[in-house]
């Protein structure tokens, strides 16, 4: 990692003697750390590299207020906004390394604002309680690893020495990888979504490209999954893309928890990336166990997937819409797009027989796609299941095809 520092962000006033602690054992195995402190109210007893006064006055704010105010609802946004900005330098620098994080609620605030700020392949770490739990608003879809320090980090005592200098090794050991995450094999990487109700397409379509000299990224579409490609398109570590599973685009328009947001199917397009579209799963709406589904959706049609997993049947209407936002986004692309849509289902559980079948549903979602697309976006009906071998050899030979003839000029 060069000669980049360890970060440790965190309040000084209630953890100085912990994040005192990491810090001397980082730089008894060599390692550089920058302390940020982000503390208020109380007097720190560890010097930090960057002091509260510091980081309030580059959140916009002064200590002296804040500290005056006793507010901490006010007081943290500023702390939030200056760690961003000092951060933010830090890495335009090459200063950092990895960034560690130690404590409870706030300091796990803290932590989950720089995960999003760090690059993908930089370690980062948050030793907490809130390690143990939803863990998802701060891992967000970074590559962080959450220690679960079990006792409160409040006081240094042998059991909770003993959580830190094992997670001081596991950041040594992490700053000690050369991960070239930048590096490319082959011809190109794609990014491939898949599902549990879609894996069997994905492994197809695996077996077909990677024989093509592509490196296949697999994303878990649950929300992170989608949000997570999007952002790796972005970072241009992503050169095309076979939208095998779009559900959670149903989610987002329906109301269930795998949501990747209103910026799903945006990336590779404003990128101009050659891109294959399947309607993968929007035959469903996801729910956690079933006792959490809804009132307002009493009377469906729902799937037990796993105990802690409830699918439910998407509407015709519903899947009205769904279509829509996909042909809305598809349109707005700057590069080579096509559709392929199998008239056999499009999860493993709806086909003829199984617990979603539903042809009108369905129907619904193919005739509006094709009546909202662009007139030189290609739609393809495969007449099989969206998991059988025939519809992904068709989605996959349209993609190499773009791939091989270099088909990213733009749009007309």
Not at 48 to 67: N, T, Y
Not at 290 to 300: I, M, W, Y
Not at 312 to 336: D, Q, W
Not at 351 to 377: C, Q, V, Y
Request: proline letters at 5%; hydrophobic letters at 45%; aromatic letters at 4%.
């Amino acid at each position: 990692m060069g000669n980049g520092a360890v970060i440790i962000a965190g309040t000084l006033d209630t953890k100085s003697e912990e994040i005192g602690y990491v810090r001397s054992a980082l730089e008894k195995r060599g390692r550089r750390v920058i302390v940020i402190d982000c503390g208020i109210l109380g007097r720190p007893t560890l010097a930090a590299d960057f002091p509260r006064e510091a980081v309030a006055k580059a959140g916009g704010g002064d200590l002296a207020a804040l500290v005056a105010r006793r507010d901490r609802e006010t007081a943290l946004p500023v702390m939030i906004a200056g760690l961003e900005r000092i951060l933010g330098e830090l890495l335009a620098k090459g200063e950092v390394a990895g960034f560690l994080g130690i404590g409870g609620g706030t300091n796990a605030a803290l932590a989950a604002t720089a995960f999003r700020m760090m690059p993908f392949g930089l370690p980062k770490m948050l030793v907490s309680t809130v390690a143990c739990g939803n863990t998802r608003p701060f891992v967000g879809i970074k590559d962080a690893l959450l220690f679960h320090s079990v006792v409160d980090i409040l006081g240094l005592n042998t059991f909770l020495r003993s959580i830190l200098d094992r997670a001081v090794a596991a950041m040594d050991a992490m700053l000690a990888l050369d991960t070239a995450t930048s590096a490319r094999s082959g011809r190109g990487c794609v990014g491939l979504t898949s599902f549990g109700s879609t894996t069997e397409g994905a492994e197809h379509a695996l077996a077909i490209l990677q024989p093509e000299g592509l490196e296949v990224l697999g994303f878990h579409a649950r929300g992170v999954g989608g949000e997570a490609m999007e952002a790796l398109i972005r970072e241009e570590r992503i050169d095309a893309v076979l939208d095998l599973t779009t559900t959670e685009v149903a989610d987002e328009l329906v109301g269930g928890i795998c949501s990747a947001g209103p910026n799903r199917l945006e990336a590779a397009g404003e990128r101009g990336l050659p891109q294959v579209i399947l309607p993968g799963a929007v035959d469903m709406v996801n729910f956690g166990p079933r006792a959490t589904v809804p009132e307002r959706f009493r009377g469906r049609s729902f799937v037990s997937h796993t105990p802690l997993a409830t699918l439910m049947r998407t509407t015709p209407e519903e899947n009205v819409e769904i279509a829509r936002f996909i042909a809305r986004k598809l349109n707005a692309a700057k590069g080579p797009v096509a559709v392929v849509l199998p008239l056999g289902g499009f999860s493993a559980y709806d086909r003829k027989g199984g617990p979603f079948w539903d042809p009108a549903a369905d129907d619904a979602f193919r005739n509006t796609i094709r009546a909202e697309l662009a007139s030189d976006i290609p739609v393809i009906d495969v007449d099989a299941h969206i998991n059988d071998r025939a519809t992904i050899e068709a989605a996959t030979s349209l993609l190499i095809d773009m791939i091989n003839t270099k088909k990213n000029e733009a749009r007309p």
